[in-house]
């Protein structure tokens, strides 16, 4: 089992910026792909980007790409999402998952967070 705890959502005004965080416990952390996905208000759960358990490999959304960078820090068993230029339609809740394989679709992740909000204001 993998227990993931998503941190850092909040409201922030077009054009800014923040940076999610999700803390993983359990099993080895660099063993997982992870990914961020969101689902807006009235919409299906979107993927964001997925980063490979070494990190040498990053997909995006063609939506985010050039504004938002997924990391991590396997020695913190941490995964972070920085999104930059933010838009209204960045609005959602954003989730992290885990995966054994790198993956841009959610029926591939095994384990997810509960979900933080996030809120552009235009």
């Known amino acids: 089992q993998v227990q993931l705890v998503e941190s850092g959502g909040g409201l922030v005004q077009a054009g800014g910026s923040l940076r999610l965080s999700c803390a993983a416990s359990?099993?080895?952390?660099?063993?997982?792909?992870m990914g961020w996905f969101r689902r807006a208000p009235g919409k299906e759960r979107d993927f964001v980007a997925a980063i490979s358990g070494s990190g040498a490999s990053t997909y995006y959304a063609d939506s985010v790409k050039g504004r938002f960078t997924i990391s991590r820090d396997n020695a913190k068993n941490t995964v972070y999402l920085q999104m930059n230029s933010l838009k209204p339609e960045d609005t959602a809740v954003y989730y992290c998952a885990a995966s054994f394989i790198l993956a841009t679709r959610g029926v591939e992740y095994d384990y997810w967070g509960q979900g933080t909000q996030v809120t552009v204001s235009s």
């Open positions: 359990g099993r080895t952390f660099s063993n997982y792909a």
